[in-house]
Nanobody, 116 residues
Framework: QVQLVESGGGLVQAGGSLKLSCTAS?????MNWYRQTPGNERDFVAV???????NNADTVKGRFSISRDDATNTVYLQMDSLKPEDTATYYC?????????????WGQGTHVTVTS
């Protein structure tokens, strides 16, 4: 079992920045950020695999960056040039591989509101 604790959400004006954090209780092979708005599916935002292989959704490319600190099992999502459409609840996801089986864990979510 991996427990995830997210922090860093809040209220920000368009064009501003926020940095989300997610600390895992154990090591994960890959860590992701997703986001969700009411009535919609959870959408992929960014992933970091291992120490440095990253990928972002097209909607956030050039504005968001994901990084991780392996010493503390923490993944970060730096969000710059925020837009009102980035308003959502952001969820951290960790994927572990044990004995050839993938397991996925989710955090409780942290809410981001971007005002125009």
């Amino acid at each position: 079992q991996v427990q995830l604790v997210e922090s860093g959400g809040g209220l920000v004006q368009a064009g501003g920045s926020l940095k989300l954090s997610c600390t895992a209780s154990g090591r994960a092979s890959a860590m992701n950020w997703y986001r969700q708005t009411p009535g919609n599916e959870r959408d992929f935002v960014a992933v970091i695999i291992g120490g440095s292989s990253t990928n972002n959704a097209d909607t956030v490319k050039g504005r968001f960056s994901i990084s991780r600190d392996d010493a503390t099992n923490t993944v970060y999502l730096q969000m710059d040039s925020l837009k009102p459409e980035d308003t959502a609840t952001y969820y951290c996801n960790a994927v572990t591989v044990t004995g050839g089986q993938d397991k996925s864990y989710w955090g409780q979510g942290t809410h981001v509101t971007v005002t125009s």
